[in-house]
């Protein structure tokens, strides 16, 4: 019996996945991916500079003089009160600088850096004006409303080298 053989199922009918359609959907897949991983990329690095504190590597050489210096304010027990008053566009930081007994404590120069916790571009940095005996007072006419983190830095004993009391806390912008 002669066998019929037909070419007529040879050819993919019309819709049917073909090989050049795999390569395009892997492609396209693949594509997709990387370019959505750029865009987080270029989105994690241009919103977050990857460092909390400028030069860390200078900072952690220098940890056992930091140490040394916390150890000196404890001892001394130097404090400091730091505080807000008044309100848009008067409001002023207020700092008072007292010694173990409570008394003030004087300073050769002494200022704070305003940090934003969620936006390193909004940081600025205010110099402290004496105002009484052991206070100081920085005007903060333009500050965004919100939570600031207030870092201080006096120098207590101008015949050393660099700040020795050094206190944080955040305060609240209305």
């Given at each position: 019996m002669p066998a019929n053989l037909s070419v007529a199922g040879a050819?993919?009918?019309k819709g049917q996945m073909k090989g050049w359609h795999a390569l395009l959907w892997f492609a396209g897949f693949f594509g997709f991916m990387f370019a959505v991983n750029g865009i987080f990329l270029w989105t994690a690095i241009t919103t977050f500079p990857g460092e909390d504190v400028e030069k860390s590597y200078l900072v952690g050489l220098d940890y056992n003089h930091e140490l040394a210096r916390r150890a000196h304010q404890a001892e001394a027990g130097w404090t400091a009160e730091i505080g807000l008053k008044g309100a848009a566009p008067d409001l002023t930081l207020h700092v008072r600088l007292t010694s173990k007994d409570g008394q003030p404590l004087p300073s050769?120069?002494?200022?704070?850096?305003?940090?934003?916790?969620?936006?390193?571009?909004?940081d600025r940095?205010?110099?402290?004006?004496p105002a009484a005996s052991g206070e100081y007072i920085a005007a903060m006419p333009d500050v965004a409303a919100g939570r600031w983190d207030v870092h201080l830095s006096?120098?207590?004993?101008p015949s050393s080298d660099g700040m020795e009391?050094?206190?944080?806390?955040a305060v609240i912008v209305p």
């Open positions: 050819h993919p009918a050769s120069a002494a200022h704070v850096v305003l940090r934003h916790p969620a936006d390193r571009n909004l940095s205010l110099d402290l004006v006096a120098d207590i004993d009391l050094k206190a944080e806390r």
